[in-house]
């Protein structure tokens, strides 16, 4: 009978997911990991002219153009704190399994802490939101409710075509420009 226990923690531990906590205002946010490239510092950004105001700008990162999203003014319409805890987080953002995967910049408050739980723990909370598809289920803790940001619904088909362009960018070109 012991023996039974180890492997239920086992079995238990194998469904665990790590995600990324992060504010928005007061309320705490995950991203999973699997979807996160490189947390680093917030950076300077070369604006996009006409982009929507949530758009945050661009840079250069690794040879390529990263767009940046400021997912506090995405979703509240107010921008990120200037904090030491606000993070510039890039994501691997696919919205479509026949387009190729992109990398995308999320400005993001307070994203210094991780959490391990089972993704089966995030539930549906009773509200389709239209207006912000990327907003998941929600998980319940100590703390509060904890809601799952989805990286592949952040955004439609019109900022989609502003942020990747096809063809993309090139780099070059961008540092040429005043």
Not at 86 to 104: K, N
Not at 106 to 115: H, M, N, P
């Amino acid at each position: 009978m012991g023996d039974l226990e180890p492997r239920r923690n086992a079995a238990s531990a194998a469904r665990q997911a790590l995600f990324l906590v992060f504010c928005i205002g007061n309320e705490r946010y995950a991203l999973q990991a699997l979807d996160v490239v490189e947390v680093l510092p917030r950076l300077p950004l070369k604006p996009i002219a006409r982009a929507p105001s949530w758009v945050a700008g661009v840079f250069a990162w690794r040879g390529r153009v990263v767009p940046v999203i400021d997912l506090c003014s995405l979703t509240f319409g107010q921008g990120a704190a200037a904090r030491t805890s606000t993070r510039l987080v890039l994501v691997h953002y696919r919205p479509d399994a026949q387009q190729p995967q992109q990398v995308l910049g999320l400005i993001l408050e307070q994203a210094t802490d991780t959490l391990r739980c089972d993704p089966a723990d995030f539930q549906p909370y009773g509200l389709e939101n239209r207006q912000a598809p990327y907003l998941g289920p929600v998980r319940q803790d100590a703390q509060g409710l904890l809601q799952w940001v989805r990286v592949d619904d952040l955004l439609d088909d019109a900022v989609r075509a502003v942020l990747f362009p096809s063809p993309p960018l090139n780099l070059d070109d961008l540092q040429a420009q005043p």
